[in-house]
């Protein structure tokens, strides 16, 4: 096989196995294995973590989606209800589905990029997304269901994901030291992950009231999920930014 060649037909796959066989975790796993096959191999044939442009980036989070959703899976909340993984790998297999629509950028690192920080503050961001957005699934479960669980979910999730973009933060700061000299700077990003952070701060802190708050609560666990998506997406391709497409 020619690792310098894309392999769509590895992404089309685990779009598949997202689609129709996210029913069994087996088909979550299936298609979190060819996801992880094809970074991999364009990693490999890059020598770098393929982490650049709408076609890396979202396939990196359709892949974090699906390996969080599969891990969640095994929580008690959620431990044998099919339509959880069918949530998390329609999720998951839509968002690796978009990505096949951008061509990948086979480009070297540009040396601003060229550093373990970089790489690092990427990747823990991307992990912290796809746990809002599992939260944000189990927050939707309790509305319709009532189901107090769900929410034991839609914290544990939060609070991971918080931990995670808590990292990415900060080796994001220490990244834009190396790059231009210094730890902040005003762009639109920048703004909206501050923003992105207090709100999950805020729902934790929210979480912890009782069970009074509990529908504000599951309303949160929502309204972070755009919050999250307009971060990552709106901001980078919605307005001039360092983190721009």
């Given at each position: 096989m020619n690792l310098s060649a894309p392999m769509p037909q590895l992404l089309w796959?685990?779009?598949?196995?997202?689609?129709?066989?996210?029913?069994?975790?087996?088909?979550?796993?299936a298609a979190l294995s060819a996801q992880l096959f094809y970074l991999f191999a364009r990693g490999l044939a890059l020598g770098r973590l393929p982490l650049l442009g709408p076609h890396d980036t979202l396939l990196?989070?359709?892949?974090?989606?699906?390996?969080?959703?599969?891990?969640?899976?095994?929580s008690p909340a959620v431990r044998g209800k099919r339509w959880f993984t069918v949530a998390v790998g329609l999720s998951a297999g839509c968002v690796t589905a978009v990505a096949l629509l951008f061509k990948p950028?086979?480009?070297?690192?540009?040396?601003?990029?060229?550093?373990?920080?970089?790489?690092l503050h990427v990747v823990?961001?991307?992990?912290?997304?796809a746990l809002f957005a599992v939260g944000g699934i189990a927050a939707a479960a309790f509305l319709f269901s009532?189901?107090?669980?769900?929410?034991?979910?839609?914290?544990?999730?939060?609070l991971v994901g918080w931990t995670f973009f808590s990292v990415s933060m900060i080796s994001g700061g220490i990244w834009g030291y190396y790059a231009w000299g210094t730890y902040w700077l005003w762009t639109p990003k920048?703004?909206?992950?501050?923003?992105?952070?207090?709100?999950?701060?805020?729902?934790?802190?929210?979480?912890?009231?009782?069970?009074?708050?509990?529908?504000?609560?599951?309303?949160?666990?929502i309204a972070g999920l755009f919050v999250t998506l307009f971060t990552y997406l709106g901001v980078s391709m919605l307005m001039k930014s360092s983190h721009s497409f």
């Open positions: 796959f685990a779009v598949a196995c997202l689609a129709a066989g996210s029913l069994w975790r087996t088909g979550i796993a990196f989070f359709g892949m974090s989606l699906a390996l969080m959703g599969l891990l969640a899976s095994y950028l086979n480009m070297p690192l540009p040396q601003i990029l060229d550093t373990l920080w970089f790489e823990v961001a991307f992990f912290g997304y009532g189901i107090r669980s769900y929410l034991d979910l839609l914290y544990k999730s939060a920048e703004l909206w992950t501050s923003i992105l952070w207090l709100f999950y701060a805020l729902l934790l802190h929210v979480r912890l009231k009782g069970a009074r708050w509990d529908t504000v609560t599951a309303w949160l666990g």
